[in-house]
């Protein structure tokens, strides 16, 4: 089956300590994303990726970092800078950025929880 | 980008037509209205699109007057399990669709 996976579903780790979240796709598609969703809030972006070894920041990159190495994955990195890491993480894929249609796929999620 | 506004909830008896409005007065000609669906602990989910008049699915019916500037998503006979986030999008076509959720119209469906 296509789609989207994010690993792990739910994450702890210590103040301080770098975290990655996964996310792959073999929906074969060019564009991926990240977002974040704090409780009662809608997503907001972090970074996106157009393309292969190309990535821009979102609204809210900061304490964040990507890679876009392969087509189907693009990892997140939780850094000790992100002041309030704990969220509900959103990875995301489309078809083609300059498409009309280009409708969001989403992964099931990685609740991050930083103790 | 063109910002959205959409009521903050709604609540319906089950078996009602439900219709959720979204203003969008800035929006630009290359333009798309789009609407998903979140329930909780899970990731958006796409229902419709449009760009003028009317588009119908099987799950969702969405209507746009000739001006563009406000959009209805209608749900015909809501069950239980239509109790989710709606969320409003305006997406640009022709580059990066850098798209903008926001807080979206959290619908209760009464049984």
């Known amino acids: 089956d296509g789609g989207i996976t994010q690993s792990p579903k739910y994450l702890f780790r210590k103040e301080g300590q770098n975290v990655t979240l996964s996310c792959e796709q073999n929906?074969?598609?060019?564009?991926m994303y990240w977002y974040r969703q704090d409780p009662g809030q809608g997503l907001r972006l972090i970074y996106y990726?157009?393309?292969?070894?190309?990535?821009q920041k979102g609204d809210i990159a900061e304490g964040y970092s990507v890679s876009r190495e392969k087509k189907e994955s693009f990892p997140l990195t939780v850094t000790s800078a992100q002041k309030n890491p704990t969220a509900f993480y959103l990875c995301?894929?489309?078809?083609?950025?300059?498409?009309?249609?280009?409708?969001?796929?989403f992964g099931p999620g990685t609740r991050l929880t930083v103790l | 980008l063109a910002k959205t506004t959409q009521p903050i909830s709604m609540d319906s008896y089950e078996g009602q037509e439900v219709n959720i409005t979204c203003s969008h007065n800035?929006?630009?000609?290359?333009?798309?209205i789009t609407w998903y669906q979140q329930f909780p602990s899970q990731g958006p989910r796409f229902i419709i699109q449009?760009?003028?008049t009317k588009v119908t699915n099987e799950v969702a019916s969405l209507f746009i007057p000739a001006d563009r500037k406000s959009s209805t998503l209608s749900l015909p006979r809501v069950s239980l399990s239509d109790t989710a986030v709606y969320y409003c999008?305006?997406?640009?076509?022709?580059?990066?669709?850098?798209?903008?959720f926001g807080t979206g119209t959290k619908l209760q469906v009464i049984p």
């Open positions: 995301a894929s489309s078809i083609d950025p300059l498409e009309g249609n280009n409708e969001q796929f």
């Open positions: 929906l074969n598609h060019d564009a």
């Open positions: 990726s157009q393309i292969v070894n190309d990535f």
């Open positions: 800035n929006i630009a000609t290359n333009d798309y």
């Open positions: 449009g760009y003028k």
């Open positions: 999008l305006v997406v640009t076509t022709g580059g990066y669709q850098k798209v903008t």
